[in-house]
Nanobody
Framework: QVQLVESGGGLVQPGGSLKLSCAASGSIFSVNTMGWYRQAPGKQRELVARITSVASTKYVDSVKGRFTISRDNAKNTVYLQMNNLIPEDTAVYYC??????????????WGQGTQVTVSS
């Protein structure tokens, strides 16, 4: 069974930094695109950043220049380095991965979510 486990959220002051991690584990044949979504209270979930298996990246405009997504293919892990955080970044952050398991169909898998709060 495949699962994604996130870590790294927390409370930070405006202008601060956090780094989120998300590791995929289980019976995995291949991991394709990985990424991060976020959902703030009263708002729809939005794609923050994604990275393909060949390290092509995409960011939502509001985080360009402040967030960096990266991955370690050997560890099936995706990271989100968040710098110069602002209160509008406050949300629950969810990682996802497009995974082909050893047994079963290719599918999107999701982490449990981690809270990021930016406040003074």
């Amino acid at each position: 069974q495949v699962q994604l486990v996130e870590s790294g959220g927390g409370l930070v002051q405006p202008g601060g930094s956090l780094k989120l991690s998300c590791a995929a584990s289980g019976s995995i044949f291949s991991v394709n695109t990985m990424g991060w979504y976020r959902q703030a209270p009263g708002k729809q979930r939005e794609l923050v950043a994604r990275i393909t298996s060949v390290a092509s990246t995409k960011y939502v405009d509001s985080v360009k220049g402040r967030f960096t997504i990266s991955r370690d293919n050997a560890k099936n892990t995706v990271y989100l380095q968040m710098n110069n955080l602002i209160p509008e970044d406050t949300a629950v952050y969810y990682c996802y991965a497009d995974i082909w398991p050893v047994v079963g169909p290719r599918d999107d898998y999701w982490g449990q979510g981690t809270q990021v709060t930016v406040s003074s």
